[in-house]
Protein backbone atom coordinates (compact mmCIF):
# COMPACT_ATOMS: atom_id res chain seq x y z
CA UNK A 1 0.00 0.00 0.00
CA UNK A 2 1.50 3.66 -1.17
CA UNK A 3 1.52 6.34 1.15
CA UNK A 4 -1.33 7.96 -0.43
CA UNK A 5 -3.64 5.20 -0.39
CA UNK A 6 -2.68 4.88 2.79
CA UNK A 7 -3.58 8.76 3.75
CA UNK A 8 -6.98 7.75 2.41
CA UNK A 9 -8.26 4.57 4.56
CA UNK A 10 -10.30 6.31 7.11
CA UNK A 11 -11.23 8.84 4.80
CA UNK A 12 -12.99 6.49 2.65
CA UNK A 13 -15.33 5.06 5.74
CA UNK A 14 -16.86 8.26 5.98
CA UNK A 15 -20.57 8.10 4.39
CA UNK A 16 -21.33 10.07 1.34
CA UNK A 17 -23.04 13.63 2.59
CA UNK A 18 -25.60 14.76 -0.13
CA UNK A 19 -27.17 17.48 1.88
CA UNK A 20 -28.03 21.33 0.76
CA UNK A 21 -26.08 21.98 4.36
CA UNK A 22 -23.17 19.71 2.95
CA UNK A 23 -22.89 22.29 -0.29
CA UNK A 24 -23.05 25.32 1.79
CA UNK A 25 -19.68 24.12 3.33
CA UNK A 26 -18.54 23.54 0.26
CA UNK A 27 -19.11 26.70 -1.39
CA UNK A 28 -17.84 28.48 1.32
CA UNK A 29 -14.23 26.29 1.38
CA UNK A 30 -14.02 27.12 -1.79
CA UNK A 31 -13.94 30.82 -0.86
CA UNK A 32 -11.59 30.29 1.96
CA UNK A 33 -8.87 28.41 -0.46
CA UNK A 34 -8.80 32.02 -2.43
CA UNK A 35 -8.55 30.17 -6.04
CA UNK A 36 -6.95 31.24 -9.11
CA UNK A 37 -9.64 30.27 -11.76
CA UNK A 38 -9.38 29.80 -15.59
CA UNK A 39 -10.74 31.32 -18.62
CA UNK A 40 -12.56 28.60 -18.96
CA UNK A 41 -14.57 26.18 -17.04
CA UNK A 42 -16.26 23.41 -18.71
CA UNK A 43 -18.56 21.17 -16.16
CA UNK A 44 -20.32 17.91 -17.56
CA UNK A 45 -23.49 16.24 -15.47
CA UNK A 46 -25.59 13.38 -17.16
CA UNK A 47 -26.04 9.30 -16.40
CA UNK A 48 -23.88 8.51 -19.14
CA UNK A 49 -20.49 9.44 -21.74
CA UNK A 50 -19.46 12.39 -19.25
CA UNK A 51 -15.63 10.80 -19.08
CA UNK A 52 -15.88 10.51 -22.72
CA UNK A 53 -16.86 13.97 -23.58
CA UNK A 54 -14.34 15.16 -21.30
CA UNK A 55 -11.65 12.46 -22.75
CA UNK A 56 -12.23 14.30 -26.05
CA UNK A 57 -12.04 17.88 -25.30
CA UNK A 58 -8.98 17.56 -23.36
CA UNK A 59 -7.27 15.50 -25.61
CA UNK A 60 -7.96 18.12 -28.73
CA UNK A 61 -7.46 21.10 -26.47
CA UNK A 62 -4.47 19.62 -25.09
CA UNK A 63 -3.01 18.76 -28.79
CA UNK A 64 -3.97 23.04 -29.62
CA UNK A 65 -1.34 23.98 -26.61
CA UNK A 66 -3.84 24.72 -23.97
CA UNK A 67 -3.19 24.22 -20.24
CA UNK A 68 -6.05 21.88 -19.35
CA UNK A 69 -7.21 20.22 -16.22
CA UNK A 70 -9.14 17.72 -16.45
CA UNK A 71 -11.54 15.99 -12.87
CA UNK A 72 -12.85 13.09 -13.34
CA UNK A 73 -14.43 10.14 -11.29
CA UNK A 74 -14.67 7.44 -10.32
CA UNK A 75 -11.04 5.63 -11.21
CA UNK A 76 -10.39 2.31 -12.77
CA UNK A 77 -6.87 1.37 -11.28
CA UNK A 78 -5.36 4.50 -9.29
CA UNK A 79 -7.11 7.25 -7.77
CA UNK A 80 -4.44 9.86 -9.10
CA UNK A 81 -6.51 8.95 -12.23
CA UNK A 82 -9.09 10.98 -11.28
CA UNK A 83 -7.30 14.63 -11.88
CA UNK A 84 -5.44 15.07 -14.79
CA UNK A 85 -3.25 17.74 -15.97
CA UNK A 86 -2.76 17.61 -20.01
CA UNK A 87 -3.61 14.25 -20.19
CA UNK A 88 -1.01 13.43 -17.55
CA UNK A 89 -2.29 11.91 -13.92
CA UNK A 90 -1.18 14.14 -11.08
CA UNK A 91 1.73 12.09 -8.72
CA UNK A 92 1.22 10.66 -5.45
CA UNK A 93 3.05 13.77 -3.41
CA UNK A 94 1.52 16.28 -5.23
CA UNK A 95 -2.27 14.42 -4.03
CA UNK A 96 -1.04 14.15 -0.69
CA UNK A 97 0.71 17.73 0.10
CA UNK A 98 -2.65 19.42 -1.25
CA UNK A 99 -4.81 17.56 1.00
CA UNK A 100 -2.73 17.91 4.27
CA UNK A 101 -3.70 21.64 3.08
CA UNK A 102 -7.22 20.52 3.23
CA UNK A 103 -6.91 20.12 6.99
CA UNK A 104 -7.05 23.60 7.39
CA UNK A 105 -10.23 24.10 6.28
CA UNK A 106 -12.66 25.20 9.00
CA UNK A 107 -15.30 22.47 8.13
CA UNK A 108 -12.52 20.39 7.08
CA UNK A 109 -13.88 17.07 9.53
CA UNK A 110 -17.10 17.42 7.70
CA UNK A 111 -15.96 16.38 4.37
CA UNK A 112 -16.45 13.03 2.53
CA UNK A 113 -13.40 11.49 0.60
CA UNK A 114 -15.40 12.44 -2.36
CA UNK A 115 -15.58 16.19 -2.00
CA UNK A 116 -12.09 16.67 -0.35
CA UNK A 117 -10.61 15.35 -3.66
CA UNK A 118 -13.00 17.66 -5.47
CA UNK A 119 -11.50 20.39 -3.32
CA UNK A 120 -8.07 18.74 -4.21
CA UNK A 121 -8.57 18.59 -7.62
CA UNK A 122 -9.71 22.27 -7.78
CA UNK A 123 -6.72 23.66 -5.34
CA UNK A 124 -3.89 21.55 -8.08
CA UNK A 125 -5.82 23.06 -11.47
CA UNK A 126 -5.19 26.64 -9.52
CA UNK A 127 -1.46 26.20 -7.90
CA UNK A 128 -1.01 24.89 -11.92
CA UNK A 129 -2.24 28.24 -13.71
CA UNK A 130 -4.10 26.46 -16.45
CA UNK A 131 -6.13 27.70 -19.04
CA UNK A 132 -9.22 25.45 -19.05
CA UNK A 133 -11.30 23.60 -16.22
CA UNK A 134 -12.97 20.19 -17.40
CA UNK A 135 -15.30 19.09 -14.58
CA UNK A 136 -17.35 16.08 -14.26
CA UNK A 137 -20.03 15.98 -11.54
CA UNK A 138 -19.30 12.66 -9.51
CA UNK A 139 -23.53 12.70 -8.80
CA UNK A 140 -26.44 14.61 -9.54
CA UNK A 141 -25.14 17.97 -10.08
CA UNK A 142 -27.12 20.37 -8.41
CA UNK A 143 -25.08 19.28 -4.65
CA UNK A 144 -21.91 18.00 -6.53
CA UNK A 145 -18.85 19.88 -5.82
CA UNK A 146 -18.19 20.95 -9.28
CA UNK A 147 -21.50 23.03 -9.08
CA UNK A 148 -19.55 25.34 -6.74
CA UNK A 149 -18.16 27.39 -9.92
CA UNK A 150 -20.44 29.27 -12.18
CA UNK A 151 -19.34 27.31 -15.54
CA UNK A 152 -18.90 29.41 -19.02
CA UNK A 153 -20.17 25.89 -20.43
CA UNK A 154 -22.95 23.50 -18.84
CA UNK A 155 -23.74 20.08 -20.36
CA UNK A 156 -26.26 17.18 -19.24
CA UNK A 157 -24.80 14.33 -21.57
CA UNK A 158 -28.40 11.92 -21.44
CA UNK A 159 -31.02 11.45 -18.20
CA UNK A 160 -31.58 7.81 -17.41
CA UNK A 161 -32.49 5.94 -14.34
CA UNK A 162 -29.64 5.41 -12.13
CA UNK A 163 -28.47 6.46 -8.67
CA UNK A 164 -32.45 7.17 -7.71
CA UNK A 165 -31.68 6.27 -3.60
CA UNK A 166 -29.73 9.18 -3.72
CA UNK A 167 -31.09 11.47 -6.41
CA UNK A 168 -35.06 10.55 -6.81
CA UNK A 169 -37.38 7.92 -8.19
CA UNK A 170 -37.87 9.04 -11.63
CA UNK A 171 -36.46 10.55 -14.76
CA UNK A 172 -38.17 13.80 -13.29
CA UNK A 173 -36.48 13.99 -10.12
CA UNK A 174 -32.86 12.71 -12.13
CA UNK A 175 -33.33 15.74 -14.04
CA UNK A 176 -33.93 18.43 -11.57
CA UNK A 177 -31.00 17.53 -9.82
CA UNK A 178 -28.80 17.05 -12.90
CA UNK A 179 -30.33 20.29 -14.15
CA UNK A 180 -29.07 22.48 -11.24
CA UNK A 181 -25.54 23.00 -12.83
CA UNK A 182 -27.78 25.45 -15.29
CA UNK A 183 -27.08 29.54 -14.94
CA UNK A 184 -28.65 31.74 -17.23
CA UNK A 185 -25.42 33.40 -18.49
CA UNK A 186 -24.19 30.32 -20.09
CA UNK A 187 -23.82 27.96 -22.69
CA UNK A 188 -25.98 24.65 -22.10
CA UNK A 189 -26.06 21.54 -23.90
CA UNK A 190 -28.24 18.88 -23.23
CA UNK A 191 -27.21 15.77 -25.22
CA UNK A 192 -29.33 12.60 -26.50
CA UNK A 193 -32.37 11.74 -25.57
CA UNK A 194 -35.88 13.01 -24.11
CA UNK A 195 -35.35 16.02 -21.90
CA UNK A 196 -37.27 15.48 -18.68
CA UNK A 197 -39.65 18.52 -17.78
CA UNK A 198 -37.75 19.14 -14.79
CA UNK A 199 -35.15 20.37 -16.68
CA UNK A 200 -37.35 22.60 -19.08
CA UNK A 201 -38.38 24.37 -16.48
CA UNK A 202 -35.04 25.16 -15.18
CA UNK A 203 -34.46 25.81 -19.03
CA UNK A 204 -37.41 28.40 -19.04
CA UNK A 205 -36.34 29.83 -15.88
CA UNK A 206 -33.01 30.67 -16.70
CA UNK A 207 -33.17 30.97 -20.35
CA UNK A 208 -29.43 29.86 -20.85
CA UNK A 209 -27.87 29.62 -24.73
CA UNK A 210 -29.14 26.79 -25.31
CA UNK A 211 -28.09 23.83 -27.73
CA UNK A 212 -29.61 20.33 -28.20
CA UNK A 213 -26.98 17.85 -29.64
CA UNK A 214 -28.29 14.32 -30.58
CA UNK A 215 -25.07 12.16 -31.82
CA UNK A 216 -22.12 13.04 -34.44
CA UNK A 217 -22.33 13.52 -37.90
CA UNK A 218 -19.18 10.85 -38.21
CA UNK A 219 -18.00 8.60 -36.35
CA UNK A 220 -15.00 8.01 -33.67
CA UNK A 221 -14.39 4.47 -32.65
CA UNK A 222 -14.12 3.99 -29.05
CA UNK A 223 -16.11 6.55 -28.49
CA UNK A 224 -19.98 6.94 -28.29
CA UNK A 225 -21.43 9.19 -31.26
CA UNK A 226 -23.16 11.82 -28.85
CA UNK A 227 -19.85 12.06 -26.62
CA UNK A 228 -18.22 13.10 -30.00
CA UNK A 229 -21.17 15.60 -30.69
CA UNK A 230 -20.71 17.34 -27.44
CA UNK A 231 -17.47 17.66 -27.77
CA UNK A 232 -17.82 19.18 -30.95
CA UNK A 233 -19.92 21.87 -30.34
CA UNK A 234 -18.51 22.74 -26.82
CA UNK A 235 -15.28 23.24 -29.51
CA UNK A 236 -17.55 25.30 -31.79
CA UNK A 237 -19.27 27.65 -29.66
CA UNK A 238 -15.84 28.24 -27.79
CA UNK A 239 -12.77 27.84 -29.00
CA UNK A 240 -13.65 28.92 -32.43
CA UNK A 241 -9.90 28.89 -33.72
CA UNK A 242 -9.70 25.42 -33.98
CA UNK A 243 -11.00 22.98 -36.79
CA UNK A 244 -12.72 20.69 -34.39
CA UNK A 245 -13.83 18.49 -36.83
CA UNK A 246 -10.31 18.15 -37.74
CA UNK A 247 -9.22 17.56 -34.46
CA UNK A 248 -11.33 15.69 -33.33
CA UNK A 249 -10.87 13.12 -36.44
CA UNK A 250 -6.64 12.77 -35.29
CA UNK A 251 -8.04 10.90 -32.35
CA UNK A 252 -9.03 8.13 -34.39
CA UNK A 253 -7.45 4.73 -32.74
CA UNK A 254 -6.76 6.35 -29.54
CA UNK A 255 -8.42 4.61 -27.01
CA UNK A 256 -11.28 4.79 -24.39
CA UNK A 257 -10.30 3.19 -21.18
CA UNK A 258 -12.91 1.50 -19.34
CA UNK A 259 -15.39 2.16 -22.44
CA UNK A 260 -15.52 -0.52 -25.40
CA UNK A 261 -11.53 -1.03 -24.57
CA UNK A 262 -10.32 -4.23 -26.86
CA UNK A 263 -7.65 -4.84 -24.00
CA UNK A 264 -6.45 -7.86 -25.90
CA UNK A 265 -7.48 -9.93 -29.28
CA UNK A 266 -10.48 -11.82 -27.78
CA UNK A 267 -11.64 -9.26 -24.62
CA UNK A 268 -12.79 -6.02 -23.91
CA UNK A 269 -13.72 -4.42 -20.90
CA UNK A 270 -16.51 -2.26 -20.57
CA UNK A 271 -17.18 -0.16 -16.89
CA UNK A 272 -20.98 0.38 -18.06
CA UNK A 273 -22.67 -0.40 -14.47
CA UNK A 274 -26.52 1.03 -15.37
CA UNK A 275 -29.03 -0.45 -17.78
CA UNK A 276 -28.75 2.35 -20.24
CA UNK A 277 -24.92 1.74 -20.82
CA UNK A 278 -25.56 -1.69 -20.87
CA UNK A 279 -27.28 -1.71 -23.41
CA UNK A 280 -24.99 0.37 -25.62
CA UNK A 281 -22.71 -2.25 -24.74
CA UNK A 282 -25.18 -4.60 -26.14
CA UNK A 283 -25.31 -2.43 -29.55
CA UNK A 284 -21.34 -2.46 -29.94
CA UNK A 285 -21.02 -6.01 -29.35
CA UNK A 286 -23.50 -7.32 -31.70
CA UNK A 287 -22.75 -4.65 -34.76
CA UNK A 288 -18.85 -5.55 -34.44
CA UNK A 289 -18.96 -9.08 -32.87
CA UNK A 290 -21.90 -10.40 -34.00
CA UNK A 291 -20.13 -14.38 -35.62
CA UNK A 292 -18.95 -14.22 -32.20
CA UNK A 293 -19.13 -16.60 -29.24
CA UNK A 294 -19.59 -14.05 -26.17
CA UNK A 295 -18.49 -14.73 -22.76
CA UNK A 296 -19.13 -12.48 -20.01
CA UNK A 297 -17.05 -11.34 -17.11
CA UNK A 298 -19.47 -9.81 -15.07
CA UNK A 299 -20.39 -8.70 -11.23
CA UNK A 300 -21.43 -5.28 -9.56
CA UNK A 301 -22.09 -3.24 -6.32
CA UNK A 302 -24.34 -4.00 -4.14
CA UNK A 303 -26.76 -1.29 -4.79
CA UNK A 304 -27.71 -2.46 -8.48
CA UNK A 305 -30.32 -4.81 -9.78
CA UNK A 306 -28.92 -7.89 -11.13
CA UNK A 307 -32.04 -7.21 -13.87
CA UNK A 308 -31.00 -4.30 -14.96
CA UNK A 309 -28.13 -5.12 -15.64
CA UNK A 310 -27.75 -8.35 -16.82
CA UNK A 311 -30.78 -8.48 -18.63
CA UNK A 312 -29.92 -6.65 -22.10
CA UNK A 313 -27.21 -9.07 -22.20
CA UNK A 314 -28.90 -12.29 -21.24
CA UNK A 315 -29.64 -13.11 -24.76
CA UNK A 316 -26.08 -11.80 -26.61
CA UNK A 317 -24.16 -13.81 -24.08
CA UNK A 318 -23.64 -17.30 -24.60
CA UNK A 319 -21.44 -18.22 -21.03
CA UNK A 320 -21.31 -16.23 -18.19
CA UNK A 321 -18.59 -16.34 -15.46
CA UNK A 322 -18.95 -14.38 -12.00
CA UNK A 323 -15.55 -13.67 -10.59
CA UNK A 324 -14.23 -13.95 -7.12
CA UNK A 325 -13.14 -10.38 -5.90
CA UNK A 326 -11.78 -8.65 -2.86
CA UNK A 327 -14.60 -5.80 -2.17
CA UNK A 328 -16.94 -5.57 0.13
CA UNK A 329 -19.04 -3.13 -1.99
CA UNK A 330 -19.71 -6.02 -4.46
CA UNK A 331 -23.09 -8.04 -4.91
CA UNK A 332 -22.86 -11.43 -3.77
CA UNK A 333 -22.71 -13.49 -6.64
CA UNK A 334 -25.57 -16.16 -5.62
CA UNK A 335 -27.84 -13.36 -6.00
CA UNK A 336 -26.73 -13.03 -9.75
CA UNK A 337 -26.16 -16.98 -10.07
CA UNK A 338 -29.80 -17.26 -9.33
CA UNK A 339 -31.37 -14.62 -11.48
CA UNK A 340 -28.95 -16.11 -15.02
CA UNK A 341 -29.84 -19.60 -13.71
CA UNK A 342 -33.79 -18.61 -14.12
CA UNK A 343 -32.41 -17.23 -18.02
CA UNK A 344 -31.27 -20.68 -18.39
CA UNK A 345 -27.45 -19.32 -18.70
CA UNK A 346 -24.12 -21.74 -18.32
CA UNK A 347 -22.62 -19.69 -15.46
CA UNK A 348 -19.21 -20.24 -13.70
CA UNK A 349 -18.95 -19.09 -10.39
CA UNK A 350 -16.14 -17.75 -7.80
CA UNK A 351 -13.37 -18.26 -10.26
CA UNK A 352 -10.26 -15.43 -9.43
CA UNK A 353 -8.84 -13.54 -12.61
CA UNK A 354 -5.63 -15.72 -12.63
CA UNK A 355 -8.58 -18.67 -14.26
CA UNK A 356 -9.95 -16.21 -16.32
CA UNK A 357 -6.53 -15.19 -18.00
CA UNK A 358 -5.53 -18.74 -18.91
CA UNK A 359 -9.17 -18.79 -20.61
CA UNK A 360 -8.57 -15.54 -22.25
CA UNK A 361 -5.19 -16.22 -23.41
CA UNK A 362 -5.85 -19.43 -24.87
CA UNK A 363 -7.49 -17.55 -27.89
CA UNK A 364 -10.42 -20.16 -28.87
CA UNK A 365 -11.39 -19.53 -32.16
CA UNK A 366 -14.36 -16.96 -32.28
CA UNK A 367 -14.65 -16.68 -29.07
CA UNK A 368 -14.58 -13.13 -26.86
CA UNK A 369 -14.88 -12.25 -23.42
CA UNK A 370 -16.93 -9.27 -22.75
CA UNK A 371 -16.28 -7.89 -18.84
CA UNK A 372 -18.76 -5.32 -17.80
CA UNK A 373 -20.63 -4.59 -14.60
CA UNK A 374 -18.46 -2.81 -12.24
CA UNK A 375 -15.94 0.10 -12.73
CA UNK A 376 -13.85 -2.18 -9.42
CA UNK A 377 -14.04 -5.00 -11.68
CA UNK A 378 -12.77 -3.65 -14.81
CA UNK A 379 -9.72 -1.96 -12.47
CA UNK A 380 -9.11 -5.18 -11.13
CA UNK A 381 -8.31 -6.52 -14.44
CA UNK A 382 -5.97 -4.04 -15.83
CA UNK A 383 -3.93 -4.63 -12.89
CA UNK A 384 -4.21 -7.84 -13.54
CA UNK A 385 -2.65 -7.49 -16.57
CA UNK A 386 -0.28 -4.59 -14.75
CA UNK A 387 -1.77 -1.96 -17.27
CA UNK A 388 -1.44 1.72 -15.91
CA UNK A 389 -3.39 4.47 -17.23
Not at 178 to 183: C, L
Not at 202 to 223: A, G, I, R
Request: glycine share 6%.
Amino acid sequence: MTELEEYFLPLLDKKNDFRESSFKKLKKAVTELNLDKPSQIISVTGTNGKGSTLEILSNVLNNCNYKVGLFTSPHLIRFNERIKINNVAVEDNEILKTFKQLENLEDYKSFNFFQLFSLASFVIFSDRKLDIWLLEAGLGGRLDPVNCFDADVSVITKIALDHEEILGKGLENIGKEKAGIIRSNQDFIYGEGEIPESVKKVLDKLNPNFYKVDNSSFELENFHSNSVGIAKKILDIKFERIDSSNEIKKLRGNPNYGRCHQLKTNLIVDASHNNDSVKNLGTFISNNFSKSKIKAIFTCNKIKKVEDLCAPMVDIVDEWYIPKLDSDRLINSNLINRYLLRQGKKINVGCDLNQLKQKIEKQEKNSLFVAFGSFILIGKIYESYNFRI
